[in-house]
């Protein structure tokens, strides 16, 4: 995954992440932000990995959809 300026962050996602406790929300959210702006995968062994795991799906295919339509198809 290329470098992006944005990605979609679903209400789903920050209900999942705002039921941690504080110092994990953090974790979490470069988690998903590194992954979401950067394609970095988060290490394995925190709270951010776990939600990672289950967010990844939908940000990549999110990309997927997103550089489909810059070369003017679905």
């Given at each position: 995954m290329e470098r992006r300026e944005s990605f979609v962050f679903y209400e789903s996602f920050y209900d999942a992440i705002d039921s941690l406790p504080e110092e994990q929300q953090a974790v979490a959210y470069k988690a998903i932000i590194e992954y979401?702006?950067?394609?970095?995968?988060?290490?394995?062994?925190?709270?951010?990995?776990?939600?990672?795991l289950a967010f990844r799906k939908q940000i990549?295919?999110?990309q997927k959809r997103y550089e489909n339509s810059l070369k003017g198809g679905r």
């Open positions: 979401g702006l950067h394609g970095k995968e988060p290490e394995p062994g925190n709270m951010g990995y776990t939600l990672w990549d295919k999110n």
